[in-house]
């Protein structure tokens, strides 16, 4: 095991093929993706090594405990009871909310967003040819965004079959309280929605609060719900392509692993073996981080209310995202246009 990290460590990413560090010129500081610049858990790292020192990378079946490993998560994290064959292992989050997309909806279904909103979660409902009703959610004049529920109600119709949740919102940052969660359960309840909530930033909860998944409220939720997990932001290792989705229902389970068949991979063996030692060995590390990250956000709002006149940065009760409002800056142009807008589209 290699010794304590430093955080404050500069790696160059350039010329590594990274996404985020390749798209533009040397001079832009690239600061549009979920994809941190440290160094992964120490833990991570020394089972990648000793897997690839093994030499041989075959077929492979899921590790033996990462069910089990999964269930205590969730148990200690949640007070969540999940049993072991809830869990379905898929390449990513994405993937995962585009196969329930695919499960539950057909041509022409609704499904509810709440923009702004990651841009995936914006077009999957065209990937399966449904329609997406959009209810944005509200901004106060605190920078705080708000659930309109009197809109998603008004929204919903005989063709709504899904809504889809995003917490902690990417990119707004919120985290939204237990009353929050059970009133939106209500209306999926009421409506016979199907939820699939991603939770991949559910670990970036800040001022001591904590992350509520909707489906652990209460039997009704968790029998219409697909919440989505996934180590990859909270250890830094989306290229590994790993992720869970936690589906207690047995028939909606049914669904999506039909949905995947034929057309979506395994998680590969790296995806595995680092999956298993960030939940099995990775805790204190990401300890470390996200007192690390949750500074790194104080600072952030002390310095744009000091420094920066003209921009607004939001609570960020949540995810290690940053949501600044510019408009009182009055910059010319499109700030959305060029590469950037190229890439999401």
């Not at 001079?27 to 690839?52: G, K, N, Q």
């Not at 790296?270 to 470390?288: N, P, Q, S």
Request: proline share 6%; net charge negative; charged share 25%.
């Amino acid at each position: 095991m290699t010794g304590a990290q430093d955080f404050d460590q500069i790696i160059e990413r350039r010329g590594t093929d990274s996404i985020k560090w390749g798209l533009y010129e040397k001079d832009v500081l690239p600061l549009w993706i979920a994809d941190m610049d440290f160094l992964t858990a120490p833990a991570v790292r020394d089972a990648l090594r000793a897997r690839v020192e093994h030499g041989i990378f075959g077929y492979v079946a899921e590790p033996a405990e990462l069910r089990e490993i999964l269930v205590e998560r969730m148990r200690r994290l949640y007070a969540w009871d999940v049993s072991p064959e809830a869990f379905v292992f898929l390449p990513s989050v994405v993937c995962g909310f585009n196969l329930v997309h695919q499960s539950v909806t057909k041509r022409g279904d609704g499904v509810l967003l709440q923009p702004p909103v990651y841009f995936p979660i914006r077009i999957a409902p065209k990937n399966s040819r449904a329609t997406a009703q959009p209810v944005p959610l509200t901004y106060g004049a605190d920078g705080t965004y708000e659930i309109d529920f009197d809109a998603l109600e008004a929204a919903v119709t005989k063709k709504t079959k899904m809504f889809m949740l995003c917490n902690p919102h990417n990119p707004v940052g919120r985290n939204y309280s237990e009353q929050e969660l059970v009133q939106l359960g209500d209306l999926c309840v009421r409506h016979r929605l199907t939820i699939c909530s991603d939770e991949i930033h559910g670990d970036f909860v800040y001022d001591g609060a904590r992350h509520v998944p909707i489906a652990s409220l209460s039997p009704e939720l968790e029998a219409q719900t697909v919440t989505l997990i996934a180590p990859s932001k909270s250890f830094n290792i989306a290229g590994l392509h790993s992720a869970v989705a936690i589906i207690p229902s047995k028939e909606l389970r049914e669904k999506v692993i039909l949905a995947k068949r034929g057309l979506v991979p395994n998680v590969s063996v790296f995806g595995y073996v680092g999956m298993l030692a960030a939940y099995r060995d990775g805790e204190d590390w990401f300890a470390r981080l996200f007192s690390y990250v949750e500074e790194n956000r104080n600072f952030l709002r002390r310095f744009i209310a000091d420094e920066m006149p003209g921009i607004a940065c939001g609570s960020v009760e949540a995810t290690y995202l940053a949501w600044l409002d510019c408009r009182g800056a009055h910059l010319l142009g499109d700030p959305g246009a060029g590469k950037q807008r190229q890439a999401n589209h």
